[in-house]
């Protein structure tokens, strides 16, 4: 299986938006519902939030519900996520990752993890 790649980080204001990709093969993506999830320097790996293979359900983490959109175009084998009023305890490394367990947020539920792209929101 082929690592899924992250883009679209980058360097913005405190109150200013960034659309992450993850791009994926089919063979990484198809059938799977996938997550993202964010590591600050000095801490564990976060959940963030995750979609369904179908239907679109997500699960968002409470501290970006209502901020964060999670979505994904299964033709491209594509998650996006639309990160929005940004606040500066948002910087860290962002990662998509696959969902190998039915539930659960722990990053130990998801595998074939991309090698991330940095957010950093400046106050």
């Known amino acids: 299986q082929v690592q899924p790649v992250e883009s679209g980080g980058g360097l913005v204001q405190a109150g200013g938006s960034l659309r992450l990709s993850c791009a994926a093969s089919g063979q990484t993506f198809s059938r799977y519902g996938m997550g993202w999830f964010r590591q600050a320097p000095g801490k564990e790996r976060e959940f963030v939030v995750a979609i369904s293979w179908i239907g679109g359900i997500t699960y968002y983490a409470d501290s970006v519900k209502g901020r964060f959109t999670i979505s994904r175009d299964n033709a491209k084998n594509t998650v996006y996520l639309q990160l929005n009023s940004l606040k500066p305890e948002d910087t860290a490394v962002y990662y998509c990752?696959?969902?190998?367990?039915?539930?659960?947020?722990?990053?130990?539920?998801?595998?074939?993890w991309g090698q991330g792209t940095q957010v950093t929101v400046s106050s």
């Open positions: 990752g696959r969902r190998r367990l039915a539930v659960g947020t722990a990053a130990s539920s998801f595998d074939s």
